[in-house]
Every structure is written in C-alpha cells, then in structure tokens.
C-alpha cells in the first residue's frame, strides 16, 4: 500500500507542479507594458500573495523555516549560475528590435544546467 501512496504522490506532485510553473510563465507574460499598465505596487502585491501561498504550502508539509540564501557568487560564477541581464540592457535590445526569443532559449538552457532533473521536466 506504501508503494502507491508513493506512486500517487510522485505523481500528482509532477502534475501540479507543471500547473504551477506554467501559471507563473504565464503570469510572467503580463510583464510586457506594451500590453499592459500596472504599478510596482500590484506587482508586490503579486508576488508578495505568491509568497505566502508558498509558505502555507511550506508549513503544512512541515517546512518552517525558508532555506539560507546561498553563498555569494564571484563575478564570474554568477553569468553562469544565474544568467540573468540588467533589465536596462535588456530593454535597449528590445528598443533596437533584437528578438528576445535568443536570450530567452539561453536563459533557459543556462538555468537547466543547474536544476534538478526532476524540476527540469517541468520548465516550460
């Protein structure tokens, strides 16, 4: 009975957590301001109500206590552990017509590296 209580959880697990990272991506859509209008206070309101969901998840699954944040990085391990550009130089390769669609597979393909394979699956 064990094994399928396990089985059960691996899977729905799997389940919801593709729901859960495709809601964020798509809630990170709303982003662009080319379509859409909003404050740094909705946004911390979002992301903040993000937050506390997580904890309560956290909580009942008897986590209490969020992770320490890691190590700082050097310079050089931080491009590759956490390929993300200033949001100003990002901003200037939209303005010049770059596509992001590039970076975006790259980003993607960079933090892949660092993910466990069983998160990994789910990335969209």
Not at 37 to 59: C, H, K, L, N
Not at 112 to 121: M, Q
Request: include cysteine; charge should be negative; glycine fraction near 8%.
């Amino acid at each position: 009975m064990s094994k399928d209580k396990a089985g059960n959880f691996v899977r729905l697990a799997e389940k919801r957590l593709a729901n859960v990272l495709e809601a964020i991506r798509v809630l990170g859509n709303l982003s662009n301001r080319g379509n859409y209008t909003y404050t740094d206070e909705q946004v911390a309101e979002i992301f903040g109500t993000i937050r506390s969901s997580v904890a309560e998840a956290e909580g009942l699954f008897g986590i209490t206590a969020p992770p320490p944040p890691p190590p700082p990085l050097e310079e050089s391990q931080a491009v590759w552990e956490n390929p993300m550009i200033p949001i100003s130089e990002w901003q200037a390769a939209v303005t010049a017509g770059e596509t992001t669609s590039g970076y975006m597979n790259w980003m993607d393909e960079k933090r892949a590296e660092g993910v466990p394979e069983f998160v990994r699956r789910f990335q969209c």
